[in-house]
């Protein structure tokens, strides 16, 4: 069965650097989503992308947050600049078209830990 | 705004027994309600969704969720408890208003005792 993967599994920066993380969405899917989960916390939105372009963001997802479509098969998340509270899992997720209702199909996640 | 509530972080059940996980939920108009099931390392899994029609819905792994629109709830259920189900379950709801994204509970973590 096609699965969302993601890398790295984990990823350990320091505070004010650059992290990309990665993602290949199942190969027929065309939306695309990040989300994250704060340890403790709930799974939050962050953005969601179509027809490469963001389609919708939340509030979390500021000018330090970036996505990408950058060739047929990633899909990444940039944070420019991580902060402390960065740390968190993040996991991408895809579904095939807009009639999915809803039925997204997720990523293992990658736990990122900003020092 | 749309939101889930899980008021349980750990759930025990002794295998062979039901079980339940619950689930509230606010949402304005009707509501697209959905159970994910993650395994250690794994992604979020989907297990099962109410969109509309039967109250009582079936999904992967033998398990059902009941829809109670005036409780506003959506309780997962299992009628017997295995310990291969032990995982963390969250519970969303679709944002109506946006770009299908999903709305998650904190998640509650089920133990199943051998």
């Known amino acids: 069965e096609p699965e969302v993967t993601q890398t790295p599994s984990h990823q350990v920066t320091q505070m004010g650097q650059e992290v990309i993380l990665r993602c290949v969405p199942i190969?027929?899917?065309?939306?695309f989503y990040w989300y994250r989960q704060i340890l403790g916390q709930k799974v939050e939105f962050l953005v969601s992308f179509y027809n490469n372009e963001i389609s919708e963001k939340s509030e979390i997802f500021d000018d330090q947050f970036s996505v990408e479509r950058p060739d047929g098969s990633n899909f990444t998340l940039k944070i420019r600049s991580t902060k402390l509270e960065d740390s968190a899992m993040y996991f991408c997720?895809?579904?095939?078209?807009?009639?999915?209702?809803?039925?997204?199909?997720f990523g293992p996640g990658t736990r990122l830990l900003v020092l | 705004a749309q939101s889930v509530a899980q008021p349980e972080d750990q759930v025990n059940v002794a295998e062979g027994n039901p079980l339940t996980v619950k689930c509230t939920y606010s949402v304005s108009g009707n509501p697209y309600l959905f159970w994910y099931v993650q395994y250690p390392n794994r992604g979020l899994q989907f297990l099962l969704k109410y969109i509309t029609g039967d109250n009582l819905v079936k999904g992967s792994y033998g398990f059902e969720a009941e829809f109670n629109k005036s409780q506003t709830s959506f309780h997962l259920k299992k009628p017997s408890a295995l310990v291969s189900d032990s995982a963390l379950y969250f519970c969303?709801?679709?944002?109506?208003?946006?770009?299908?994204?999903?709305?998650f509970g904190t998640g509650t973590r089920l133990t199943v005792i051998p």
């Open positions: 969303a709801v679709r944002d109506m208003t946006g770009a299908n994204n999903l709305f």
């Open positions: 190969s027929n899917h065309l939306y």
């Open positions: 997720a895809s579904i095939p078209d807009w009639t999915s209702l809803g039925t997204q199909y």
